[in-house]
């Protein structure tokens, strides 16, 4: 998301060196020069502020995995594996199998959702008390915006570009375009002077399209559960004729949860 702002404002940086029709040109007289100048600095401050959003997001980020793996290690994995849980497994494999009706693998994807609710509620929901990546997402586009906007102000100065011209080329810029309708659409003016953030109608529609973006696709920890759930699902099955649901919790327990060290 921060590149996407970055990209928006470089785009648009080239062709805004001329006013906008219908604006009123100010008294005080900018060269075009001077204007390429800003636009230049422009870019790389924004670039500059990129970067640093971007080390904050990482160490965050890297912060939540490390917790992520922690608690799948000393909450999930026990969970998992422990005797009584392998036995209710059985049991909603064996149902699942029962009520299929000739579906392919629906044992498995059933069992997978299953594992994933668990997962969700016993590793990524609490974790999420103490470090959200919907806010580390947020705290980073803020971060970025306030760096950008510091930059701004020292670019007018050097300049001595009065804040009613900087306004103005700012308001020109457009960093969201999500529209229509034009609530979807936001300049860099609005992105870097709207406080809080979250209250910009264009900001609440890019969130909600990042949002949406991020879960068309399976995760690591998706993917890694529905691995052992599949895997879980065809022991399970293979040996329910002959050994019973006890003894084929017993036989999967151990083997299926090596694979849940890797989320």
């Known amino acids: 998301m921060l590149r996407s702002l970055m990209l928006a404002v470089v785009l648009v940086l080239a062709g805004c060196a001329t006013p906008q029709r219908g604006q009123q040109v100010a008294s005080v007289a900018i060269s075009q020069d001077t204007w390429r100048q800003v636009d230049q600095q422009l870019i790389a401050a924004s670039k500059s502020a990129v970067e640093q959003a971007a080390l904050y997001a990482r160490g965050s980020m890297e912060h939540w995995r490390v917790l992520v793996y922690e608690r799948t290690e000393v ?13 209710w497994l059985a049991v909603k494999v064996s149902w699942y199998a029962a009520s299929a009706e000739g579906e392919t693998d629906s044992s498995a994807r059933r069992l997978a959702v299953y594992l994933q609710e668990q997962y969700r509620e016993q590793v990524l929901e609490p974790v999420a008390v103490e470090i959200d990546p919907e806010a580390i997402r947020a705290n980073a586009t803020g971060y970025y915006l306030r760096q950008l906007n510091q930059q ?8 001595r570009i009065p804040n009613e ?6 308001h020109g810029i457009p960093a969201i375009r999500l529209g229509p309708p034009a609530a979807r659409d936001a300049s860099l003016y609005e992105m870097v002077h709207t406080e809080p953030l979250n209250t ?24 890694v559960i529905a691995t052992v759930a599949q895997r879980t699902s ?8 002959t050994r019973g649901a006890t003894g084929a ?5 151990g083997k299926a949860a090596g694979a849940l060290i890797s989320v």
């Open 234 to 241: 065809e022991k399970i099955e293979a040996q329910f004729a």
């Open 75 to 87: 909450e999930f994995i026990p969970w998992f594996s422990s005797y009584w849980t392998q036995e």
């Open 165 to 170: 011209l900087m306004n103005r080329r700012l």
């Open 152 to 159: 701004v102000q020292v670019i007018a100065l050097r300049h």
């Open 200 to 223: 910009l109608p264009a900001y609440a529609a890019l969130i909600d399209h990042v949002n949406k973006a991020a879960t068309t696709g399976a995760g690591p920890s998706e993917a």
């Open 249 to 253: 919790a017993a036989a999967v327990a």
